[in-house]
């Protein structure tokens, strides 16, 4: 079995250099392009099951695939973007530039970040996502060959992380995780292999 881990199309935040989290923030029209290219690009891969965080930027995305194979978009909590807390909203080059931001270390030394009030650490979302893969996709090997998730960078970025092996401190791992760029794990007996990060069909 194969699982498509696909990161929403752009919003105007994305295009601001703004700290999402849970915000729900809808995708601008650039990204309603590149969510169609998107689909455009993978409509020859016939997804089995399509999953999508809630927020309306993961679920407007995951129904351009879904019309493709005309089947529903199956929505769970767990595939939320991490929560910032205080700083939903925080300017992104701020944040990387100043190192007495409180929201510095998530860019810089991940390894080291500690969420601001209300927010998430990485192994809370890393949990969560592996929690969300345990549950609902690794039990359909075998009756499925393809599987679509559509979710947000920081969360991908945290199942990958568990994928591929990566400390913390390499979380960003040097690889630039594009708007609607998926990556492509092989699920075998239960086990989970890296094929591809960061794979763009437009």
Not at 40 to 57: Q, T
Not at 62 to 83: C, G, M, P, S
Request: proline letters at 3%; aromatic letters at 10%.
């Amino acid at each position: 079995m194969k699982l498509y881990l696909v990161r929403h199309g752009e919003t105007e935040w994305n295009h601001l250099r703004k700290m999402q989290g849970q915000m729900d923030i809808p995708l601008n029209e650039y990204g309603i392009e590149l969510a169609e290219k998107t689909a455009e690009g993978m409509k020859d891969i016939k997804f089995d099951r399509i999953f999508a965080s809630p927020l309306v930027r993961a679920k407007k995305t995951a129904e351009f695939i879904a019309e493709n194979n005309h089947i529903d978009v199956e929505t769970d909590d767990r595939l939320k973007e991490i929560n910032f807390g205080e700083g939903e909203g925080s300017d992104i080059n701020q944040a990387k530039a100043d190192a007495s931001h409180p929201l510095h270390n998530f860019f810089i030394h991940p390894e080291q970040f500690v969420p601001m009030e209300g927010g998430e650490t990485f192994f809370e979302v890393q949990a969560r996502g592996l929690n969300f893969l345990k549950e609902e996709v690794l039990p359909l090997e075998g009756t499925v060959e393809n599987v679509a998730v559509v979710a947000h960078a920081a969360i991908i970025r945290s199942i990958m992380l568990h994928v591929v092996g990566r400390e913390l401190k390499d979380f960003w791992g040097g690889i630039y995780y594009k708007n609607c760029c998926v990556c492509i794990i092989e699920v075998k007996g239960g086990q989970m292999t890296a094929l591809e990060e960061a794979k763009v069909y437009y």
